[in-house]
């Protein structure tokens, strides 16, 4: 859903020995959001201004907000019997949206067609509340159009008028030459998917056919892309010292790791995409990443976040087929599950024999999932001939002709973990999984389930303090994206 993101105990060994890989690899080629206490609004709409905050419900495409001071939405003034409504006061030349007043209803009419409309009644002490209302949905006879879609950091939001079963990110504006392959599968009307910085044409379709129109979207998420770890030291001193060292702290950075993956959405491919290319790209900012150590793993029931212990001295050397290690960091199949348990998703089995890539099977054959090497989606896996993993985190079309022809990846190549950049020519050897039965917590392994049985979804009761604040200020940031979307593309709405 577009507004209804939501968002440890003790520390449990686990003998995982048998169930990650260590081989540095190939060569370079919703549970409810916490609801605010929120503030009475005054009698008068004059000059007040109102926050949106958590998401309190969600039914009939509609999410309902508590009104909360942390996050500046909109400003309301008075005129007569209708009403302005206005952006940031401290921007410059902020847009102007028409308003309608009814009773103790104030409906805010929005160049994307979405209305917003704020109830309360103060003489009765009831809660503020604010609707957002997407337009009616059309029934499925007709091919979906876009009506709405906007980024948020590398994240692509696509809101369309009607159920759609696949959505097309296209660097041309056409979608016939696209393949099969090239589509997301989805379901409902709205659609999150990670994408990399670039300029996209936005397509939709159900067993109507594929949307006419023709809708763009350009991603700009300030991520710092560094491919292959190049120019990129690994940290050799524990990373809080570290960072503090350039003035930044592990807190700020977990944070913008948590902010970045509620974004994208909690239990998500989107999600885990988020996570990786956040860490990768605030670590090179200071010319830095995550060391690669053999056996380093991230497999216990406290690990969220970057760890203190990166970057530390080991006790005793490790060694591997690749070489000897002294400082602490992932190999590459742990580098896979950090990305998803930032996202929610827990990947440490009770069993010693089961691979990463189990995790997405569906029944007790491990192969079930195994899929076409040219079809993996953010989130998927890839490992090759010497069981090196990779976690895909997008699709690419280097060429620009419309057809993905490359992946983006997020792999540990010793001495650090990097992106890279894998064209599909590159990966004929490799065997790629279907994480699928994870994401859906579907898949077989999770009766093993270490921490939470009998579901790879780690509860939200079980999420650092960091990350269900982050995720209970999300729809709010999502919501202020999608009206600042509609004023950069369109404009004030001046019926």
Known sequence: ???????????????????????????????AVPSAAPTALPSRYSGDWFFLDAVLSISDGSAVFSLDGRETALSVEETGSAALCRMDPDVSGDPVFQCERSGDDLTVKLPSGTDLVFSTDPEKGQEPEVSVSLPEEKDSSEPPEVTDVFS?????????????????????????QAPERDWYPCSGRTVRIFKSDGDYYVFGKNSAGISAETVSCSVRSGYRYVYFGEGMDPVSIPVSEFLESKGDSLERMNREIADRVSEAGMYSRAGVAAAAVTLVSQLA????????QGLGRYNQESDWGIPERW???????????NGSYTISGLHCAASSMWAYRQAGLNTVSKRK?????GFGRHSGNYRDNIIPRETCRSGDLLKTSTTHTMLVVDRLDRDGDGIHDAYLALEM?????????????SIRTCTAYDMSG?????GEERKFAAYWPDTYYIPESAWPDYLRESAGGTPARIALRQLQNAVETEGPNDD
């Open 1 to 31: 859903m577009l507004f209804g993101m939501s968002g440890c105990g003790g520390r449990q060994e686990t003998d995982l020995s048998g169930t990650m890989d260590t081989d540095a690899g190939a060569s370079p080629e919703p549970s």
């Open 353 to 357: 024999d089961v691979a990463l890539y």
């Open 285 to 292: 900012e200071y010319d830095a990443a995550v060391p690669y």
């Open 152 to 176: 948020c950091g590398g994240v692509v939001c696509v809101v369309f008028d009607r159920e759609t079963d696949a959505v097309l990110l296209s660097s041309v504006p056409g979608a016939d």
């Open 311 to 321: 970057g530390s001295k080991l006790e005793h050397k490790e060694y591997d087929n």
């Open 413 to 425: 190549i010793s001495p650090v973990m990097t992106l890279s950049i894998r064209p599909f020519r």
């Open 438 to 442: 994870l994401f859906d917590d579907t």
